[in-house]
T-cell receptor, first 113, second 110 residues
């Protein structure tokens, strides 16, 4: 069953709190991604991971960090969340970097008050 | 934005067709992907085109003109459930990452 999962699905935090978003995939995909999507906009790449401990900044990495200690798990961390980080966060995976087909998780709706 | 552009909105009628256009920077991208995203859901991959011409996949077809930096997604025999946002995404040729357009919101009316 090819699946990308995300936890939690909904999260409300106060400004300055730390946030941990988790993502898992069961397809043994090498490459995983974190995106954010704001209303009416496309997906913006935050970080990309090419494999365990092989992470690269995307287009908007500021204020975020990631961790990938197992191929099937990829975490997004917000240290001291800000209100402008309120968004929907999507995790995705693909066979490798450069593959056009990405499989997306259901998203996490984060609200920072 | 920033190299991949799509119209914001498109409206069509059930049973007819809709063409979702996408333009992109020819110097920046090698190949275009199309994704469907229903309200409140994750994007779902539809198609990837890297060669010129029309790629027919039944209900969805995609066209690419590399020299013009233009692609479209053609949906035929529209159903109400085709109402969704359609995202065009270019595969960057400098780092093999995908860059998404802002999406075109398609509304299919009865």
């Amino acid at each position: 069953d090819m699946k990308v999962t995300q936890m939690p699905r909904y999260l409300i935090k106060r400004m300055g709190e730390n946030v941990l978003l988790e993502c898992g995939q069961d397809m043994s995909h090498e490459t995983m991604y974190w995106y954010r999507q704001d209303p009416g906009l496309g997906l913006q790449l935050i970080y990309i991971s090419y494999d365990v401990d092989s992470n690269s900044e995307g287009d908007i990495p500021k204020g975020y960090r990631v961790s990938r200690k197992k191929r099937e798990h990829f975490s997004l961390i917000l240290d001291s969340a800000k209100t402008n980080q309120t968004s929907v966060y999507f995790c995705a995976s693909s066979l490798g970097g450069g593959y056009a087909e990405q499989f997306f998780g259901p998203g996490t709706r984060l609200t920072v008050l | 934005g920033q190299g991949v552009e799509q119209p914001d909105n498109l409206m069509s009628v059930e049973g007819t067709f809709a063409r979702v256009n996408c333009t992109y920077s020819t110097s920046g991208f090698n190949g275009l992907s199309w994704y469907q995203q229903r309200e409140g859901h994750a994007p779902v991959f539809l198609s990837y085109v890297v060669l010129d011409g029309l790629k027919d996949s039944g209900h969805f077809s995609t066209f690419l003109s590399r020299s013009n930096g233009y692609s479209y997604l053609l949906l035929t025999e529209l159903q109400i459930k085709d109402s969704a946002s359609y995202l065009c995404a270019g595969l960057r040729n400098n780092n093999n990452r995908i860059f998404f357009g802002d999406g075109t919101q398609l509304v299919v009316k009865p």
